[in-house]
């Protein structure tokens, strides 16, 4: 973890998160009195833009993903591996490559919630704390970073595959709007595939919308042994 938090690309794009949730928050909509639950509400608005949907495939990757492109290219992991055991490597890098995509927008959804609280609720007229809206908005944040973790996953086993730049980077936002794109004009009762249901959970998944956390485990699941898997192979020619 230490070296993740030492990388300037992670705050880079937890800059960029938070930044996009300022310019989508819905500052015009401040007319007193507010009613109650009015920063939930706000800050649900920021987290369901546009803009944010669009941002994901790009600020998640953008970490890590092509760490092992990097790596392998300036000659570091040949030398590295002769310290570290093939699985020890694995273990570390799929970790801080999920984590890479997961926290930029965890860290920037966190800070603007709390600024959210500061700000706009002391406005609002007295009442109880909606925390059941609140606990709705902490589970709609974990599913755009968890999204935001596979992303870099996938980034990685395109980077680990093809060993360029280019692809590491591009492919997860090619594949992303192409998941769109098919489930809008083909597809258009296959909401599983649709990369904003993953986000906003507004079709039945099940009881307690069960279903869309057993699908993240088991995508993120399937991406880190493909990766690992990859890397592996790679290690193996080294």
Known sequence: MK??????????STVICFAALLAAFPFYQIELPLGTGSFVKMYNVAL????????LPIASVLPMGAIYVKESSSGFLRLYITRISFMEYI??????????GFLPFFLAGGATLLLSFLLIYPMELQGEMPWEEVWK?????????LT???LAQIAGIFAAFFRNYYMAYGLPFVCYYMLTILKERYFTDMYAMY???WLKCEQD???????IWVFFAFFSAAAL??????LYNRLREI
């Open 137 to 145: 908005s902490c589970r709609f944040l974990l599913r755009v970073s």
């Open 195 to 197: 990369p904003a249901e």
């Open 48 to 55: 369901d833009s546009q803009i944010v949907l669009f941002l």
């Open 205 to 211: 998944w099940g009881v307690d919308s069960l279903g």
């Open 225 to 230: 042994l493909l990766h690992g898997l990859l």
């Open 91 to 100: 273990r570390k890098k799929l970790l801080q490559i999920y984590v890479s």
């Open 148 to 150: 935001g973790g596979i």
């Open 3 to 12: 070296e993740l938090l030492k990388e300037k690309a992670l705050w880079i």
